[in-house]
């Protein structure tokens, strides 16, 4: 069975003079390919990769050990590469999660990582994927669309568009529908297993796209599958002042720079002088909460997904990110870390399901969180774990996640508008990420540095994915 690429248009499209990005006029059923700058990405100079690369043996060699996996180093492991203490954690996860003895038979784990990959519309992790599914010469079929998988597969689809887009509405009736008894269950490891993949993928899209990976010039024939991005609008819009909330003509970076500086002073002595009382952090959690409805691109209910060839893996196309706290509207409890939290809890279910990745993923958290080069932007020998936490809780904030010895205040203090713009379309809807999103903030840090940004939100993200499903399934089994 070969499954034939769809033909583009060529004409009927514009470019956005802000961010060069190729969109399609109003004309429904046109597809245009999204021209990309040489190199791994969009968004960072090729020098600066191929310089990191260079200079790192260590790099080298943790590229080297990836280029048998797929047979190429491909872009988004050069850009991870720009941290490869990091890079080395992510792979051996990646690797055991997809390639070594577990619950799921290896044809299906690539299945399942297409599904994810595609609730985002991100070509780059679905071509990827098809490569390798094809490769194993089973089951041909699915890959013409969905629903030509099986029904067992098929049945992932209401928790994978959960997963992406409302983790928070996660029960154990879902849980319950899929493991009950019946021609289509699945045993808890599956599941577990099957989890952990969506949640992998959902937040490695955020990575693709955050981090402007170029899409990977494919071989002839190969299958069709060749990444795109496909547009009917330009995030550009999005993303105007009233969003971004920066002026970029009158901004001085380096004042900017040393203002954050000050700021994380500033708070250090405060934490030391006085500390809130639990009542007051509460408060300060619920305002955090509350002004991220006013973050970003807001509801995405009446949006459909562009069409495009990715889209074919996608049911229910049409739900989509809602903000956790909406207005007028009973919410979601919020979710209290003290109650249900990784450490505590999540890890334990999950090795015990799921024999050796918890010990692979906490490790990966952990060196997400922990990584840190003792500097900023200019300025040597800074304690930079302020900031990293504040990026990575902000991300749980967004996602209803509390955490009670945590000081919310702190997230204004650090995070500027036009990164949490940034964050918060990074983490909720990634697809409509854009250069000029990622220019906006932090003018004066490295590039390696954003993408460190990258990497805690895509493990925060992750993390809370993992979280609410880990609840429900505690609740089911109990």
Known sequence: MNVSAESFTSNPFHICNICQKVIRKKEKGVRVPRPFSSGPSAFIPKEEIVEASQVDPQTEQILAEAYSLSGHVDHLTQVMGLHPHYLESFLRSQFYLLRMDGPLPLHCRHYIAIMAAARHQCSFLV??????????????????????????????????????????????????????????SWSLAELVHAVVILAHFHSLASFVFGSGINPQVDPPNANGFQSVYIS????????????????????SPVAELEALMDR??????????????????????????????????????????????????????????????????????????????????????????????????????????????????????????????????????????????????EVNQLLERSLKVYIKTVTCYPERTTRRMY?????????????????????????????????AITRYMT
């Not at 952990?366 to 900023?376: G, H, I, S, V, W």
Request: aromatic share 12%; net charge negative.
């Open 439 to 471: 220019d906006s903030y932090w003018c004066q840090f490295r590039h390696s540095e954003k993408v460190h940004v990258n990497l805690l939100l895509m493990e925060a993200r992750m993390q809370a994915e993992l979280l609410y499903t880990l609840r």
């Open 232 to 251: 009917d609008y330009c995030t550009c819009d999005l993303a105007s002042d009233h969003h971004l909330d920066r002026d970029l003509s009158n901004a």
């Open 127 to 184: 071509s990827l994927h098809v490569r390798e599914f094809y490769r194993m010469g089973m089951c041909q079929d699915w890959l013409k669309g969905l629903q030509y998988a099986p029904q067992r597969l098929r049945n992932l689809n209401e928790i994978n568009k959960i997963l992406a887009h409302r983790p928070w509405l996660i029960t154990k009736e879902h849980i319950q529908n899929l493991v009950k008894t019946g021609e289509h």
């Open 264 to 409: 994380m002073k500033r708070l250090q002595e405060e934490r030391e002088e006085d500390e809130a009382s639990q009542e007051e952090m509460a408060t300060r959690f619920e305002k955090e909460k509350k002004e991220s409805l006013l973050v970003g691109s807001g509801d995405m209910k009446d949006e459909v997904m562009p069409t495009s060839k990715v889209s074919r893996f996608v049911e229910d196309a049409t739900f989509g990110y809602q903000h956790f706290a909406r207005h007028g509207e009973d919410n979601p409890p919020t979710f209290r870390a003290q109650d249900y939290s990784w450490e505590d809890h999540g890890f334990s279910l999950v090795n015990r399901l799921y024999s050796d990745i918890g010990l692979l993923l906490d490790d990966k958290f952990r060196t997400a969180c922990d990584l840190t080069y003792y500097n900023m932007a200019s300025h040597e020998d800074v304690d930079t774990t302020m900031l990293r936490r504040a990026l990575f809780n902000y991300v749980h904030c967004m996602y209803g996640i509390r955490y009670d010895d945590y000081d919310y205040g």
